[in-house]
């Protein structure tokens, strides 16, 4: 069964703690995005990886890290130095970027929330 | 830039009633359109996407939407909205060669008994 997941569905951080959101594919999709979700503000971006151990910062990047060493998996990094990082996290893959091959398919989603 | 517009934040029918939430897009070239639904704490689905030809596009679920060049939109439509149907929708356009999809900030959907 072809799809996303994403670890934990919920996570705690406590203030100057780095933590690390999985997200796996199986779907055999070139590109992985990872997405920031707060009430009323929609979708942000906050990376994207296009091939294997190739990534850009999105629209918000700062105080996040991303990994890209597996075709399937794109683990992202909430550092300390994110000064708001409670939030829903999304990840999602497309078979590549650009075209019309560019529909994405989501993940179910980790709620981070800072103690 | 391109951009996308939901003026609707949140939008209240009852059952049974027909629908249409709103979408504007700024884009330059032939956009390619998306609309997705996320139900409460969960990851986003696609409903239905259009990419050229046929400007009225069906999806899944019973909902269609209608690709309109000269109003810069692309509004989601259902005939009858069934209680199932309550969630946050996002209309999303392609940006840029990179492939990245820009979102609006979502219309929450209430449906009354």
């Known amino acids: 069964d072809g799809g996303i997941t994403q670890s934990p569905k919920y996570l705690f951080r406590k203030e100057g703690q780095n933590v690390t959101l999985s997200c796996e594919q199986n779907?055999?999709?070139?590109?992985m995005y990872w997405y920031r979700q707060d009430p009323g503000q929609g979708l942000r971006l906050i990376y994207y990886s296009q091939i294997v151990n190739d990534f850009q910062k999105g629209d918000i990047a700062e105080g996040y890290s991303v990994s890209r060493e597996k075709k399937e998996s794109f683990p992202l990094t909430v550092t300390s130095a994110q000064k708001n990082p409670t939030a829903f996290y999304l990840c999602?893959?497309?078979?590549?970027?650009?075209?019309?091959?560019?529909?994405?398919?989501f993940g179910p989603g980790t709620r981070l929330t800072v103690l | 830039a391109q951009s996308v517009t939901q003026p609707d934040i949140h939008i209240t029918v009852s059952e049974g009633a027909s629908l249409e939430l709103r979408c504007n897009y700024s884009y330059g070239a032939t956009p390619y359109l998306f609309w997705y639904v996320q139900s409460p704490g969960q990851g986003l689905q696609l409903l239905l996407k259009?990419?050229?030809?046929?400007?009225l596009v069906q999806g899944i679920k019973g909902f269609e939407a209608e690709f309109k060049r000269s109003q810069s939109s692309f509004n989601l439509r259902k005939p009858s909205v069934h209680w199932s149907d309550a969630a946050e929708y996002f209309c999303?356009?392609?940006?840029?060669?990179?492939?990245?999809?820009?979102f609006g900030k979502g219309t929450k959907l209430s449906v009354k008994p």
């Open positions: 999602a893959s497309s078979i590549r970027p650009g075209g019309v091959y560019n529909e994405q398919f």
């Open positions: 779907l055999n999709h070139d590109a």
């Open positions: 999303a356009v392609k940006g840029g060669s990179q492939g990245n999809l820009i």
């Open positions: 259009y990419f050229s030809g046929d400007t």
